[in-house]
């Protein structure tokens, strides 16, 4: 089984800042490890855990077995509300976990050959093999044009459509060749694997990754107690952008609403900035290749809703 390494530990629990009686949630438990490490700091408080797949689940509460404060939940973290109430921290680990990348069968990796299908939750009907198989021709160029920044879209999107004429592209090496096949010679010289992109982007599509972020963006001030904290692990730069977008839109102070309140609630923002986003160190890449591109950034939750918009007369 391939071990997962926790991203930029000590940074993410420095930023969530537990307290020992405090409500947290991981809404991406993956093998537990960020769980582990806030369980650690917990004494009376609880740990709600959020995961799409059932194995990662499994596993957790294998590795998690001598806590008995923690509530597993096979969710989607966009829906987190519907089963906390009030919470003093989230966090989310984006993405994917080492042991479902390496896994062949789960179909996620172009280094690995396995049936093509990218789910993490095996209860989904959408799978990759429905998207490559099944979408027409210009959503296929979209998704890799907007999910995966691939600048050879249309000519991949024309090359898969062309080749399931003939015979489904049925694993992850078929479609590693599709893809290949499509792109000027010198591209397929250049560093990185040519299918990086398209894979990200179908896994980003099977998954609604970027649905479930902006979901979750959107909801969770309606959990978060006062002085609560959110964290954020992304892995690329939609992600990012989507979560460092929306951080300063709340920690800025904006003149639309609260212009209308009395005049001492007017001047702040509900949320403070914990940091500008923050990269894993030289020191953790030399054993964590997958901390790369992973950048961490956290709110602080300052103020409760101090007033509503006033009615017109
Ligand atoms: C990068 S791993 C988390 C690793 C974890 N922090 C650890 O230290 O072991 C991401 C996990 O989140 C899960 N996941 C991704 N998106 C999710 C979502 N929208 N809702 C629930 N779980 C999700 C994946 O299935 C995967 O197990």
């Known amino acids: 089984m391939t071990k997962h390494i926790s991203v930029m530990p000590k940074e993410t629990l420095d930023l969530l800042d537990v307290k020992p009686d405090g409500i947290y949630v991981d809404g991406t438990l993956g093998r537990g490890g960020h769980s582990k490490l806030i369980l650690e700091k917990l004494k009376t408080g609880k740990l709600y855990c959020f995961d799409l797949d059932l194995q990662a689940i499994e596993e957790s509460k294998e590795i998690l077995k001598d806590y008995t404060n923690v509530i597993y939940i096979h969710d989607n973290f966009m829906n987190m509300n519907k089963y906390v109430e009030k919470v003093d921290g989230v966090l989310l680990d984006l993405g994917v976990s080492s042991p479902q990348f390496d896994e062949a069968e789960r179909g996620f990796s172009y280094n690995y050959d396995g049936p093509l299908d990218m789910r993490m ?3 989904d009907r959408i799978s990759a093999y429905d998207v490559v198989n099944k979408y027409e021709e210009k959503e296929l160029e979209r998704i890799f044009r907007e999910y995966g920044e691939e600048k050879f879209s249309r000519l991949i999107a024309r090359k898969i459509v062309e080749v399931r004429k003939e015979k ?3 694993t992850t090496f078929a479609l590693v060749d599709v893809i290949k096949s499509a792109l000027p010679k010198k591209v397929l010289s250049k560093k990185g694997h040519p299918a990086k992109q398209c894979f990200q982007a179908i896994r980003i599509e099977v998954n609604h990754e970027l649905d479930s972020l902006k979901k979750f963006l959107d909801s969770f001030d309606e959990i978060l107690k006062v002085d609560g904290r959110v964290v954020i692990i992304t892995f690329h730069s939609l992600e990012d952008k989507l979560v460092k977008y929306h951080f300063k839109k ?7 609403v609260r212009i209308a309140c009395l005049p001492q609630d007017v001047k702040h923002a509900d949320y403070e900035l914990l940091n500008h986003g923050k990269k894993a160190s030289n020191e953790e890449l030399e054993n964590n290749r997958r901390a790369k591109s992973a950048i961490v ?4 939750k300052v103020y409760g809703k101090v007033c509503k918009k006033k009615e017109k007369d």
């Open 121 to 123: 939750n095996l209860e």
């Open 168 to 170: 489904p592209i049925d």
């Open 250 to 256: 709340i920690t800025s102070v904006e003149d639309d």
């Open 297 to 300: 950034r956290g709110v602080r």
